[in-house]
């Protein structure tokens, strides 16, 4: 059974760009959550989509913004970047309530 | 809202036992859980506690006193691999789950 894959796994932008982050769960979860990992932070909750719906948000600014697929694939958007979005963002499915996450998409701004 | 509490660093020596604690505060409470992340690595789930008392798991094992909002995570006999970060983890109020800051497990040989 095939885990959750993320891609891009590692990208660099710069100030001001935007970028896009996919995310492909476990077959027939269709929860997916999203979260930004920086050093000294821990995991940061960003949302969660089920069924093509944001169910929940984190405390992140509307630049912030993802989305969910009939497949449950999930994309998760960052527009304007800044310095501080530098992070690993992390994807995770789950059908239970046990998250299954993904290896991440390192993002550098420069 | 929702925090957690955990050491950033812990060392121990291989084969020794290690107790990594987590103080939680929640408006509320759906359960405990753990997570492991090795270094350039995803995390992955160890445990989950949603009663009071201990749930043992091979090597690991995971405590929960709701009165208390306190949680451990137990590892005995330790390894190299175990040198990881350990996360704690609570439902928030609308489901998904709050992580605490980690706490970066070093073993020495």
């Known amino acids: 059974k095939a885990g959750v894959t993320q891609t891009p796994r590692y990208l660099i932008k710069t100030r001001g760009q935007q970028v896009t982050l996919s995310c492909s769960p476990i077959?027939?979860?269709?929860?997916v959550s999203w979260y930004q990992q920086t050093p000294g932070q821990g995991l940061q909750f960003l949302f969660e989509y089920f069924s093509e719906t944001q169910r929940n948000k984190g405390n992140f600014p509307g630049r912030f913004s993802g989305r969910q697929f009939s497949n449950s694939r999930s994309e998760m958007n960052v527009s304007t970047l800044e310095l501080g979005d530098s992070a690993l963002y992390l994807c995770a499915s789950s059908l239970t309530g046990e998250l299954f996450f993904g290896e991440g998409s390192r993002l550098t701004v420069l | 809202g929702q925090s957690l509490e955990q050491p950033s660093e812990v060392t121990a020596v291989e084969g020794a036992i290690v107790q990594i604690n987590c103080t939680y505060q929640?408006?509320?409470?759906?359960?405990l859980s753990w997570y492991q992340q090795h270094d350039g690595g995803a995390p992955t789930f160890l445990s989950y506690n949603a009663l009071d008392g201990l749930e043992e798991t091979g090597r690991f094992s995971s405590f929960l006193s709701r009165s208390d909002s306190y949680g451990y995570l137990l590892l005995q006999e330790l390894q190299m691999k175990d040198s990881a970060s350990y996360f704690c983890?609570?439902?928030?109020?609308?489901?998904?789950?709050?992580f605490g800051k980690g706490t970066k497990l070093s073993v020495k040989p």
């Open positions: 077959s027939g979860h269709r929860s």
């Open positions: 929640t408006s509320g409470f759906y359960g």
């Open positions: 983890a609570v439902q928030g109020s609308q489901g998904n789950l709050i």
